[in-house]
């Protein structure tokens, strides 16, 4: 599966929504800009710039009402393999969690930043999440030296699901 994403104002992309009536698109709101992304079997992107990315683990649906947390990890080509069998080992069970609506890992399809995509009912059931016994056995390692796999610093950006029809 294909993961495809680009931000912009709200006003320019919504236009997206009548261009390509087939795709199922989700947009976003945060960090002061509107963040469109869909999922596609097709390999090319109907953006003209943006993200492009391979969805290679998922669980549950994306939908259009929630909060969504994306931690951004830059790593290193020599990392990929090692961080993505990580990934796979890890047994997070966060879809078992109060609120949980969808989880992504997106390999980037051009540079180094895997996205590590959630999304919640609401922000208060991300932090309830955050602050589980869960989370915190699944990062207890996340406080000592970062990987020598990860590129630089991660960084997590959050947006609130906006309803394009209203």
């Not at 945060?30 to 097709?42: A, F, N, P, Q, W």
């Not at 955050?130 to 406080?143: E, L, R, Y």
Request: charged share 30%.
């Amino acid at each position: 599966m294909n993961a495809f994403m680009t931000k912009g104002t709200f006003d320019f992309l919504i236009k997206l929504k009548d261009r390509h009536p087939e795709l199922e698109l989700f947009f976003m709101n945060g960090e002061g800009s509107t963040l469109v992304y869909y999922e596609s079997e097709k390999k090319k992107s109907v953006f003209a710039s943006g993200r492009e990315f391979e969805a290679i683990l998922q669980k549950g649906q994306i939908r259009n009402k929630g909060y969504v947390v994306m931690n951004n990890i830059p790593v290193t080509e020599e990392g990929t393999a090692v961080f993505e069998e990580n990934f796979r080992n890890r047994q997070q069970h966060v879809d078992s969690f109060a609120g949980f609506q969808a989880f992504r890992l997106l390999r980037p399809k051009k540079g180094h930043q895997y996205v590590v995509f959630t999304q919640w009912a609401s922000k208060e059931d991300f932090d309830d999440w955050k602050n589980s016994t869960q989370f915190k056995q699944a990062h207890k390692d996340g406080n000592v030296k970062q990987p020598a796999y990860f590129a630089d610093r991660p960084f997590v950006t959050t947006y609130r699901m906006v309803n394009p029809d209203k």
